[in-house]
């Protein structure tokens, strides 16, 4: 059975998401990830399989599929 995380929700839908993670001083953005997300405040659950396969991705440097800017504002 499902509940969030963050707001005890107990519902959620099948999506795929994507996220952007730092490696040192390299941003990846891993796209179209499985995820189980939350009805009420859209946080994003992982299962175990996919959260292994995208630190490897990540760490191991998985060739990409494609390339695209970033913009970077800093809060200060």
Excluded: W
């Excluded at 107990?10 to 996220?19: H, L, T």
């Excluded at 001083?25 to 939350?38: G, K, M």
């Excluded at 399989?49 to 970033?70: C, D, F, G, Y």
């Amino acid at each position: 059975m499902f509940t969030c995380a963050i707001c005890d929700a107990r519902e959620g839908r099948d999506e795929f998401v994507e996220e952007v993670f730092r490696v040192d001083e390299t941003y990846v953005l891993v796209d179209h990830i499985p995820a189980h997300v939350c009805a009420r405040c859209g946080e994003g659950t992982f299962s175990r399989e996919t959260t292994e396969r995208v630190h490897l991705m990540v760490h191991r440097q998985a060739n990409p599929t494609k390339s695209i800017a970033l913009k970077v504002c800093e809060f200060a």
